[in-house]
């Protein structure tokens, strides 16, 4: 299963993923780090994991983390131990994770402040998404990131794909809520939409991008046909077709 890989792994060149148990609602669902390198050797940790000593040691070899990034409103867990870690980092997070989260110490905020990975690493803002919290849905404000370079697509919770290398629990669970070996966001984010248009248009940018292979935060990932997969999956979750592939 997908959990036995709590390491360090390459995927692309420039790019390097890590995995770590994760429970959501008792399901074990897994969460993912995604590190990438840019020019001078600098690294960017998206949505960091709890860094034991042999993954610090691991990363000092790839180059000196230049960003740490909280890329939702829900996925900050380690973003202050990451920031005692790495001192001389930049804590970039989504808007509203100030208020969220005030014992934060935050350098910079997506779409407020100016921040320029250069042509090495793209994102946008996935406006109108929403997730359920069973009493009540919340916006996610997800920063949804590009790689050039190796052709990734990174999402956090946009999208899953769970399969059989997870617990059977999971499986069953992950069929139950429509992400069972399929790149789509699950029923319960299809319940609690409201604001289809700014979905499609998010989706949209996305699939304007050349991507073949996405990675998202809980789920396998995608090596090939990713855009198309994506594609289907939001037509799925939008009741309408999208626009053609490019």
């Known amino acids: 299963m997908i959990l036995n890989n709590q390491r360090l792994r390459e995927i692309d060149r ?10 959501y609602w008792g399901l074990e669902v897994g969460t993912r780090m995604t590190v990438i390198r840019v020019a001078g050797n600098s690294i960017i940790l998206i949505s960091p994991i709890k860094l034991e000593s042999q993954t610090q040691e691991n990363i000092s070899k790839l180059g000196t983390v230049k960003y740490i990034i909280a890329p939702n409103l829900f996925h900050y867990l380690y973003l202050q ?12 997070v989504v808007p509203g994770l100030a208020a969220k989260q005030p ?10 402040d100016e921040i320029d990975f250069g042509s090495e690493l793209e994102y946008i803002l ?20 590009y790689h050039p370079a190796s052709k990734t697509l990174i999402l956090t919770d946009t999208a899953f794909n769970f399969d059989r ?18 790149l789509q966001p699950s029923v319960l984010e299809k319940l609690v939409i409201e604001d289809k248009e ?7 940018k996305i699939l304007s ?21 994506l594609k289907k999956g ?9 626009t053609k592939l490019k």
């Open 14 to 23: 420039n790019i390097w993923v890590q995995d770590q148990p994760f429970k």
């Open 81 to 92: 131990e990451a920031k005692k870690i790495y001192p001389q980092a930049q804590v970039l």
């Open 103 to 112: 014992e934060i110490a935050i350098d910079k905020v997506f779409f407020e």
């Open 126 to 145: 996935f406006a109108g998404f929403r997730v359920s919290m069973i009493t009540q849905a919340a916006t996610l404000n997800e920063v949804v990131f």
């Open 165 to 182: 290398t997870f617990p059977w629990l999971t499986q069953l669970g992950a069929k139950i809520m429509g992400s069972y070996d399929t």
């Open 198 to 204: 700014k979905v499609q248009a998010s989706v949209e």
């Open 209 to 229: 991008w050349d991507f073949q292979r996405v990675i998202m935060a809980h789920g396998s990932i995608v090596e090939n046909d990713a855009k198309n997969q």
């Open 234 to 242: 939001y037509e799925w979750f939008l009741n309408k077709n999208l």
